[in-house]
């Protein structure tokens, strides 16, 4: 059954944030007053959500994170303790960029997860189910299954969307434990609707 969003004493939502049913709001969060929320979403122990920032339903934002003006987190996306968003390339003091126009994009792609400690660089793109290990420097656009590591990172190797390391044969087919066959081509890693 729906409920609406529980937000814990100590956590201050600002009057105009949007938050979807049965989200979560853990101790000493901030969501400021043009966040977008949806449902079913938890946000663990002092996460800040910036003005203009969407995150979708199911997502679960571990303890630790700021999602800066820009960052737009599809559904069912995981974001590690600690892991770090940026929102400027080039950041100076004397001359500050901190106006709307000033803010790159990153998207994560509904399924993709971000490691702890991980840091995402503004205007990537983490397409559906990427997976970026503890640590790394995401510099580039990850694409659909990849696994990437390091600093900066680099695809380690795809992972299926319930988080189970492919093996692919000559043909580049890889099948999962459970079934579910992952494609190579010439493009994008596509896993194949069951017959
Ligand atoms: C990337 C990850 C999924 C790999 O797990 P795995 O498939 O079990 O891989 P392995 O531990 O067998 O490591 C494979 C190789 O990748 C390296 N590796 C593993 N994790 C790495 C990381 N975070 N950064 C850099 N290299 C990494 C290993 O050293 C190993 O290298 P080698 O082949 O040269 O020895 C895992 O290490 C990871 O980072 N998970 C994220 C955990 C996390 O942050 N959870 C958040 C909620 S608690």
């Known amino acids: 059954m729906d409920k609406p969003a529980y937000v814990h004493p100590t956590a201050v939502v ?3 944030a949007r938050l979807g049913d049965n989200t979560k709001v853990w101790h000493f969060c901030h969501v400021y007053p043009k966040a977008v ?3 079913n979403t938890i946000l663990g122990q002092n996460v800040m959500v910036a003005n203009g920032v969407t995150i979708g339903d199911f997502c679960k934002i571990q303890n630790n994170v700021s999602l800066y003006e820009g960052v737009i987190l599809e559904d069912y996306v995981f974001c590690g303790p600690s892991m770090v968003f940026t929102n400027v390339t080039t950041p100076r003091c004397l001359f500050p960029r901190n ?3 000033d803010y790159r994009t990153t998207r994560v792609k509904r399924g993709a997860s971000i490691g702890a ?3 995402i660089v503004c205007g ?3 397409h559906e189910c990427a997976f970026v290990a503890a640590g790394a420097v995401v510099t580039k656009d990850v694409p659909p299954y990849a696994m990437v590591a ?3 990172a680099r695809i380690i190797g795809y992972m299926c969307e319930r988080g189970e390391r492919l093996s692919f044969d000559s043909r580049g087919v890889a099948t999962t434990s459970y079934g579910q ?3 190579k081509g010439t493009g994008d890693l596509v896993r194949k609707e069951e017959a």
């Open 150 to 152: 390091g600093v900066p």
């Open 99 to 101: 106006t709307t126009e």
């Open 37 to 39: 929320i949806g449902c």
């Open 117 to 119: 400690n991980a840091t």
């Open 124 to 126: 990537v793109t983490l």
């Open 181 to 183: 066959r992952y494609v």
């Open 14 to 16: 600002d009057e105009g």
